[in-house]
């Protein structure tokens, strides 16, 4: 039996801060080429080489998280002795991904939480935790501004709405460029004074539109709040110029710590030591001239646009195309207003207007599929099947695996009638994106066209559980539960729906109904009364008080609202009728007979009913008050 075979152990290499920087540099080089497979190898022998370095861990997770690789980045995290602010951060982004929301959270506040605890034994100051955060310089929490926009996505999404808005407003706070925060604001409908939040003045922000940079706001501007429930916190006078040295901070990247990389190794070439020791004197602007002009220009525009997004997140659709057109022509001209826009004209109800913004929208950016699934309802509503079956073709061309794409092919069958096939292409879109309110909301109507209401509820709820404020969820519920005769709950869900969206005609329209249903006859005819103020167009509001004032003995009242909904309508023959069931309580047998002749002109097919009615004209009718059918 030979010798055991022997292996001598190799002397370890003697690696230097050099080494590791010139790892880094490679790591980085490959990251900016998209040469992911390259750079996570290089970095896994980075950190083999330098296991407690928490740059080459940094940048090892990094491009696992980078590669989708989210598990495999927090199981690294996770082990790490000692977690920096950047380690920390990544480890909430991944956690956040993984929907491990209380991990997340815990990444972001366990240090910051010590921290706090340690104050305030110290120290006499009652703070609260989120005021010791704003009043903290550098902010405790990781990668300050961003970090809070982070818990603020945690909090939304483990349904904590309030704490979700408080960290929202906080990171607005400290960083006025995060739209990302704004938008989520108004969609959970908070009233943010924008103003306030971008540092200008209300008469400077639809100002924005001009081309020359427009002079700084008077610091002594009281900020405007509007009267609602809900507020950005009132801000001290001086609040617009510390808006605006927040933002040039930001702006200068003075704010955010830079990535963990070579500048704190102090191993970086000499070019880049020359360079850093220009900055250090003064940062170096990322404008090339007029720094504090260029800034509030950028900040004047994202005050118009978000002034915009808010009155369109509150339904105040009008004023939204009005601000729009505040915003220059370059603004004006880009896929995401024409978005807005295509939206707006939608909740209006003006379908042409709807379709240019967003056939726009798909010219300028045939890629974009976001907002198509809202022109494929514009097609629906039109009845225009040639063009969503080719808006279908497109955005199945475009990505198979988006989920608008699924979407317009479902509405697509829904307009042939083919309400299973339309199902099973929402539930195909809903796969791809189980948060999509809108699929889960058509799925709903599908459901309730084939008479199918258990599994159309289950889906409006849904819908509901991903965004409290989509009304037309709420509308949906509404509508089962009336033809359920569940009138308690109809009333409570069309009430909902008109919270949501205050100016729609239908919705109060529907909500009077339901009142009516419910025995409350005098404040459906305020609802109605209401519903027809909002849309003097909409000449079903009028015939359902017509239907009240019957059934109350009015009759008076009852032909004077059908009179104006027969001028609205005339070629209704169920106006007709009703408004000669009308006269003929009033004793007007003439006019009475003109109705029902017109009636019967006009819908020969309800002859027999109509004839009876004639022949019973000057007989007196038993139940005179359901003479008027919903």
């Known amino acids: 039996?030979?010798?055991?075979?022997?292996?001598?152990?190799?002397?370890?290499?003697?690696?230097?801060?050099?080494?590791?920087?010139?790892?880094?540099?490679?790591?980085?080089?490959?990251?900016?080429?998209?040469?992911?497979?390259?750079?996570?190898?290089?970095?896994?022998?980075?950190?083999?080489?330098?296991?407690?370095?928490?740059?080459?861990?940094?940048?090892?997770?990094?491009?696992?998280?980078?590669?989708?690789?989210?598990?495999?980045?927090?199981?690294?995290?996770?082990?790490?002795?000692?977690?920096?602010?950047?380690?920390?951060?990544?480890?909430?982004?991944?956690?956040?991904?993984?929907?491990?929301?209380?991990?997340?959270?815990?990444?972001?506040?366990?240090?910051?939480?010590?921290?706090?605890?340690?104050?305030?034994?110290?120290?006499?100051?009652?703070?609260?935790?989120?005021?010791?955060?704003?009043?903290?310089?550098?902010?405790?929490?990781?990668?300050?501004?961003?970090?809070?926009?982070?818990?603020?996505?945690?909090?939304?999404?483990?349904?904590?709405?309030?704490?979700?808005?408080?960290?929202?407003?906080?990171?607005?706070?400290?960083?006025?460029?995060?739209?990302?925060?704004?938008?989520?604001?108004?969609?959970?409908?908070?009233?943010?004074d924008v103003p306030t939040v971008f540092g200008v003045s209300q008469t400077t922000t639809a100002a924005a539109a001009t081309k020359t940079p427009l002079q700084p706001p008077s610091p002594g501007l009281t900020p405007i709040h509007q009267n609602t429930t809900t507020t950005m916190e009132e801000e001290t006078p001086s609040h617009t110029t510390v808006v605006l040295r927040r933002a040039r901070q930001v702006a200068n990247r003075g704010y955010y710590p830079p990535s963990p990389e070579t500048p704190s190794l102090s191993t970086v070439t000499r070019s880049m030591r020359y360079l850093q020791g220009l900055g250090e004197a003064e940062p170096r602007s990322l404008f090339l001239e007029d720094e504090k002009g260029d800034v509030q220009t950028i900040l004047q525009t994202l005050a118009t646009m978000g002034q915009a997004y808010q009155e369109l997140s509150h339904y105040q659709c009008q004023a939204c195309l009005d601000t729009f057109k505040q915003l220059p022509l370059s603004h004006q001209n880009t896929s995401w207003v024409l978005h807005q826009q295509g939206k707006a004209y939608l909740e209006l109800n003006e379908f042409t207007a709807a379709q240019r913004c967003l056939e726009h929208m798909k010219h300028l950016e045939p890629g974009r599929l976001?907002?198509?699934?809202?022109?494929?309802?514009?097609?629906?509503?039109?009845?225009?099947?040639?063009?969503?079956?080719?808006?279908?073709?497109?955005?199945?061309?475009?990505?198979?695996?988006?989920?608008?794409?699924?979407?317009?092919v479902g509405n697509c069958f829904s307009l042939q009638k083919d309400h299973e096939a339309a199902l099973s292409f929402f539930k195909r879109s809903l796969q791809l994106d189980p948060d999509f309110t809108y699929t889960h909301t058509l799925c709903g109507y599908e459901y309730m066209a084939n008479e199918d209401f258990e599994p159309a509820m289950a889906c409006f709820r849904q819908a509901i559980r991903t965004n409290e404020r989509h009304y037309n969820a709420w509308y949906g519920l509404g509508c089962i539960y009336h033809r359920q005769e569940k009138y308690d709950l109809a009333e409570y869900h069309f009430e909902r729906a008109c919270q949501i969206h205050p100016t729609s005609s239908i919705l109060r329209c529907n909500w009077g109904i339901s009142q009516h249903a419910n025995g409350k006859a005098y404040q459906a005819l305020e609802t109605l009364?209401?519903?027809?103020?909002?849309?003097?167009?909409?000449?079903?509001?009028?015939?359902?008080?017509?239907?009240?004032?019957?059934?109350?003995?009015?009759?008076?009242?009852?032909?004077?609202?059908?009179?104006?909904?027969?001028?609205?309508?005339?070629?209704?023959?169920?106006?007709?009728?009703?408004?000669?069931?009308?006269?003929?309580?009033?004793?007007?047998?003439?006019?009475?007979?003109?109705?029902?002749?017109?009636?019967?002109?006009?819908?020969?097919k309800d002859s027999q009913m109509i004839k009876s009615a004639m022949d019973k004209l000057d007989n007196p009718d038993i139940d005179e008050e359901t003479m008027i059918p919903f």
């Open 529 to 604: 009364a209401e519903a027809s103020r909002l849309d003097p167009g909409n000449p079903q509001a009028r015939f359902q008080r017509a239907t009240i004032y019957s059934a109350l003995h009015r009759p008076q009242e009852a032909a004077l609202e059908l009179e104006k909904v027969r001028d609205a309508a005339p070629r209704e023959a169920t106006v007709h009728f009703c408004l000669g069931k009308v006269y003929k309580r009033l004793g007007r047998l003439d006019d009475a007979m003109k109705c029902f002749l017109a009636a019967m002109d006009l819908d020969p």
């Open 370 to 408: 976001e907002g198509l699934e809202l022109l494929s309802t514009v097609y629906w509503h039109q009845k225009k099947e040639v063009d969503l079956a080719s808006l279908a073709q497109h955005v199945v061309a475009w990505d198979k695996r988006s989920p608008q794409a699924w979407c317009v």
């Open 1 to 192: 039996m030979g010798a055991p075979f022997e292996t001598t152990r190799p002397q370890p290499k003697t690696t230097t801060p050099h080494h590791l920087s010139q790892y880094l540099s490679l790591i980085q080089q490959y990251m900016n080429v998209f040469r992911l497979d390259n750079a996570i190898f290089l970095a896994e022998r980075c950190v083999a080489e330098f296991p407690t370095d928490a740059t080459a861990l940094y940048w090892l997770c990094f491009a696992y998280y980078r590669a989708g690789q989210l598990s495999r980045a927090q199981h690294l995290l996770s082990k790490a002795a000692h977690l920096t602010p950047q380690l920390l951060y990544l480890s909430a982004q991944c956690s956040y991904e993984l929907k491990e929301y209380a991990r997340a959270e815990d990444a972001l506040l366990h240090d910051c939480r010590h921290q706090f605890k340690q104050q305030q034994s110290s120290s006499s100051q009652g703070h609260t935790f989120e005021e010791w955060i704003l009043q903290t310089t550098p902010c405790p929490i990781p990668n300050g501004a961003a970090g809070l926009a982070l818990l603020g996505d945690i909090f939304r999404k483990s349904n904590r709405t309030q704490r979700a808005i408080q960290y929202y407003q906080m990171s607005l706070q400290l960083d006025p460029f995060l739209w990302s925060s704004f938008q989520a604001l108004t969609d959970l409908g908070v009233t943010v």
